[in-house]
């Protein structure tokens, strides 16, 4: 709508177009979110048809890639849902959050048959793992029954990664090891405190529970697991950041030492994320906030150090104290897993260093903030490579987070195949739009669908 308008030179204004802030005339205007599509099946999410098509189309490559590095890890996602079920307290996509932020009541999500069309694409172009963003058992068993036998019937070369948002039972890792040839799993238990998560929201069942589901997905093949903790969470103290270690030492027992469980902790920073009920409401959950507008996030980018950045301090800790129980459970948790060979000796002192030297630069980063300007800003011009070279993989191995690939990308003529049907594709719509085949200028809403215009005072 936005673009026919400005295609017609039309300078009537935009309140009739859902979900738009524009300004005119140093006054603003905000359009109410009217525009909530009750499926996304006619969206790709994310467009790789569009990104495939526009490298030949417009002969670069570069310009197109996801993130730096994407050419050695070529790995992909789908994003399976808008909206969620659950509403954890610091998540800025829960059901609240959606509510406030996009005026998303319900959980949608993407059919199963539009799921496979984008993994049958996927596939064409990559051998890399493909995430399934978000749980897909919120759509229910029918749903997750219907993609599962989809994938069992396609020829599947890709792993697939799962995210679970809480407990699944062995009847579920069974009908996954069953539809394909290699899965893994993502785990987000946020704390080993089982009171904790329930008041968090995220995998709210008991600590038996979770040792439970992990010997079923090894039981069923299951390729790799990360099992990630945070600190920065409400009602947790230095002592139960800690203990999140201590948990993942009676995991590796009760699943008989496994290799295959990855283990990960970090803080949840910089934000505490807006719309999320822990922003929206900080005090009845256990939070003080030091952001509150874009004009504070902002000037938060600007500090040197992430402790300063950090937007929020806990009931039960400060910024400090969220930084010491990150690096030495971080620390904690690198001896437990050189200790139990589940990383190597190079890859244990390499982390053990930079974490050090990441407490080290803290240090020196709080004494600078002493300095006078000019002393200030030529001690962090000294450090700042140091700092940048360091803060990669600070906390964990270069390579641990990543999914096993033994192939990276399909065949050439395979590659060349896609793309020139994709640009084929869409020379078709261009002439077909250009014959008036394909009415670019009609817009389906409905009557609830329609905007409403406000205005929001001068600039």
């Known amino acids: 709508m936005l673009l026919n308008k400005l295609e017609k030179k039309d300078v009537s204004g935009f309140a009739d177009i859902p979900n738009l802030t524009w300004k005119r005339n140093n006054h603003y205007f905000y359009n109410e979110i009217t525009y909530v599509p009750d499926s996304l099946d006619e969206f790709n999410l994310p467009g790789y048809r569009y990104i495939i098509g526009s490298v030949f189309k417009y002969f670069n490559l570069l310009d197109a890639l996801p993130y730096k590095g994407w050419l050695q890890y070529p790995n992909t996602a789908i994003l399976t849902s808008k909206g969620c079920n659950y509403n954890c307290l610091i998540c800025g996509g829960s059901k609240d959050a959606y509510e406030l932020n996009c005026n998303r009541k319900k959980l949608v999500m993407r059919s199963p048959q539009r799921m496979l069309e984008d993994i049958a694409l996927i596939q064409r172009f990559t051998r890399a793992p493909i995430f399934l963003l978000n749980d897909i058992r919120q759509g229910g068993k029918e749903y997750v029954d219907e993609f599962l036998e989809g994938l069992a019937k ?204 990441s407490v080290e630069f803290l240090a020196r980063l709080d004494v600078i903030e002493t300095l006078p300007p000019d002393e200030k800003q030529v001690e962090l011009s000294i450090i700042k490579y140091e700092v940048d070279h360091i803060n990669r993989h600070s906390i964990c191995g270069e390579n641990e987070l990543k999914w096993e690939v033994k192939k990276l990308f399909a065949n050439i003529p395979s590659l060349t195949y896609i793309g020139l049907e994709l640009l084929i594709k869409d020379i078709i719509k261009d002439i077909k739009c250009k014959f008036g085949k394909i009415d670019r200028n009609t817009v389906m809403l409905t009557k609830s669908q329609g905007s409403k215009s406000k205005s929001k005072g001068v600039l």
């Open 154 to 357: 396609m020829k599947l070369k890709n792993e697939i990664v799962f995210e679970l948002f809480n407990y699944a039972d062995e009847k579920f890792f069974e009908s996954l090891n069953k539809a394909m040839p290699k899965y893994s799993i993502e785990l987000t238990l946020e704390s080993a405190d089982e009171d904790i998560r329930k008041y968090n929201g995220k995998l709210p069942c008991t600590n038996a529970k979770v040792i439970e589901m992990l010997q079923f997905t090894l039981k069923h093949g299951c390729a790799k697991i990360d099992l990630f903790f945070m600190t920065g969470i409400p009602n947790q103290t230095y002592e139960s950041a800690m203990r999140n270690v201590d948990f993942c030492e009676i995991i590796h027992k009760e699943c008989d030492g496994s290799s295959l469980i990855s283990y990960f902790v970090a803080p949840l920073s910089p934000f505490l994320d807006p719309g999320s009920p822990a922003f929206e409401n900080p005090e009845t959950y256990g939070y003080k906030k030091f952001c509150h507008k874009l004009e504070d996030f902002r000037e938060a980018m600007k500090q040197p150090s992430w402790k300063n950045m950090l937007s929020y301090e806990t009931n039960s800790m400060t910024r400090e104290e969220i930084v010491k129980a990150t690096y030495d459970s971080a620390l904690k948790l690198n001896e437990f897993k050189y200790k139990n060979h589940i990383i190597a000796k190079d890859v244990h002192d390499e982390v053990r260093l930079k974490i050090e030297k």
